[in-house]
C-alpha cells in the first residue's frame, strides 16, 4: 500500500470499501471467501473478488438485474453497513454460490468477471422463480425448466450474455445446476 501511494497508484473502489467498517464490508468478504470464486478464470488481484461479491449482493438486495456501478456499490456499502448476514437475502446468496461451486468445482477459465455476474443472477432468478424437472431427451444432461405458480420471469433476459448461457445449457452445466 505504502509502496502504490509513492508511485502515485490509485486505489480501486473495492479496496477503500474493504478498508470501511461494517457487516455489508464482513460478508462481502465471507462471499469473497467462496471456493467458487476460486475456481474462476479471473484472480482476486486488487479485490477483484469482492468486487464479483458485491455486485451479487446489490442484485440480490434488489430482488433482480440492477446497476452495479461502482457508485450504485458505494451506496450499497453506505446503507447496508448493518447488514444482517443471517437474513433470507444472505443465505440465499450463500445457496446460490454453493450451487455455482457445485456446478464448477474446478478451475474454469471461462467463468471471467462480467459473465460471473450474468450467470449469478441467471441461476438466482431461475433458484427461485422456476422449478427444475429432469426429463430425459437426446442428451443425458438436458431437461425442462417450468415456471412454478405465481413466479413472475418478465423483465429478466436483457442482461444475459445469450451465448455463453446457450453454450453452458448446451453443455449440461446449467442443467445441472439448476436440476441439482
Not at 467462496?34 to 434488489?62: K, W, Y
Not at 450499497?76 to 454453493?98: G, I, P, T
Amino acid at each position: 500500500m505504502f509502496l502504490r501511494l509513492q508511485n502515485g497508484t490509485t486505489l480501486k473502489a473495492q479496496e477503500k470499501w474493504n478498508a470501511m467498517r461494517g457487516k455489508m464490508r464482513n460478508f462481502v468478504r465471507q462471499l469473497a471467501g467462496s471456493p467458487f470464486f476460486h475456481n474462476c478464470g479471473f484472480n482476486n488481484t486488487r479485490f477483484n473478488f469482492d468486487l464479483v461479491a458485491a455486485q451479487m449482493i446489490a442484485i440480490e438486495l434488489n430482488g433482480g438485474p440492477c446497476h452495479v456501478r461502482n457508485t450504485n456499490l458505494s451506496k450499497m456499502y453506505e446503507s447496508e453497513r448493518d447488514f444482517d448476514s443471517n437474513s433470507a437475502k444472505a443465505k440465499k446468496l450463500l445457496r446460490v454460490l454453493e450451487s455455482l461451486t457445485k456446478a464448477f468445482p474446478a478451475k474454469t477459465p471461462e467463468l471471467e468477471r462480467y459473465s460471473v455476474v450474468s450467470l449469478y443472477a441467471l441461476v438466482s432468478h431461475c433458484l427461485e422463480g422456476y422449478e427444475a424437472q429432469r426429463e430425459r431427451f437426446r442428451s443425458p444432461c438436458s431437461g425442462i425448466l417450468r415456471p412454478r405458480p405465481g413466479a413472475c420471469v418478465t423483465g429478466f433476459a436483457f442482461i444475459i450474455n445469450t451465448d455463453h448461457v446457450i453454450s453452458l445449457w448446451s453443455e449440461g452445466i446449467l442443467s445441472d445446476i439448476l436440476l441439482g
